[in-house]
């Protein structure tokens, strides 16, 4: 019997420390219950209903190269017009995806995420972003690679949106995240128009020493507005030795 006590001794902290644990998460629960992002029913952070609501991209329509929701036969993005219009020739990725159309659902959804804390979303979001990352990228890639928040957002909101999406992400496919991207201090791009999107993010970003040489990386960021982030982050990578960028984001204006 007495040859028996100490290991009962030895398991009693974990099991308080996970009692403790999980008293703090019912707490929590009971004075902040948590609500859908999009209609606030009481569950989850993000509802099923609401979940299944928002306008996906249909693949087979979008453009090959940028995704643009119905821009495969005619793009109204990248066309060479409006790249011209921007001061570049092409894009600096080979090739990105769009899970939802940027609407006022979809849009609540990376607010809630980006601006108002609710972490737990980076796992709803990826999930559904991993679902438009071919098995055939996955087999090329070394690595999903996040858009770093800038110095003063991430003072401003206590912690780096874009790494989080991308660890989430690179979970769900079995992919190391390599957070190679540093970003100097830049504008906030919201208030910004197309033209000045991209001269703001022109020198914005640098690349950051890494271990192995990287061939194919997936690049990843929360909303696809006119693409200027994405094109200096790659071109970034570009100059770093990268051969082929592919990019996802979860929604696109």
Wanted: glycine share 6%.
């Amino acid at each position: 019997m007495s040859g028996s006590l100490p290991c009962r001794r030895r398991n009693v902290r974990p099991f308080l420390e996970v009692l403790g644990r999980g008293a703090t998460e019912m707490l929590t629960e009971l004075l902040w219950p948590t609500r859908c992002a999009v209609c606030d029913r009481l569950g989850s952070v993000l509802c099923p209903d609401c979940c299944h609501g928002l306008p996906a991209i249909d693949l087979w329509a979008a453009c090959p190269l940028c995704g643009a929701p119905q821009g495969r036969i005619q793009c109204c993005e990248c066309n060479p017009v409006l790249l011209q219009a921007a001061g570049i020739e092409t894009l600096a990725m080979d090739q990105v995806v769009s899970v939802f159309e940027l609407n006022e659902q979809a849009r609540r959804v990376v607010v809630a995420f980006k601006d108002e804390g609710e972490l737990r979303l980076a796992r709803e979001m990826a999930q559904a972003m991993a679902r438009y990352v071919s098995p055939e990228w996955v087999t090329r890639l070394q690595g999903v690679i996040p858009i770093p928040a800038s110095e003063q957002a991430y003072r401003r909101r206590g912690y780096d949106h874009g790494e989080l999406l991308a660890e989430a992400l690179a979970q769900e496919l079995d992919l190391p995240c390599l957070a190679v991207l540093d970003r100097p201090s830049t504008r906030d791009q919201r208030a910004l128009g197309r033209a000045q999107r991209l001269q703001n993010m022109a020198t914005s970003f640098q690349v950051s020493m890494v271990d192995a040489i990287l061939e194919t990386v997936l690049v990843v960021d929360d909303v696809y507005t006119t693409g200027a982030t994405l094109h200096h982050a790659s071109t970034a990578l570009r100059a770093a030795g990268v051969q082929e960028i592919l990019g996802v984001t979860f929604a696109r204006t």
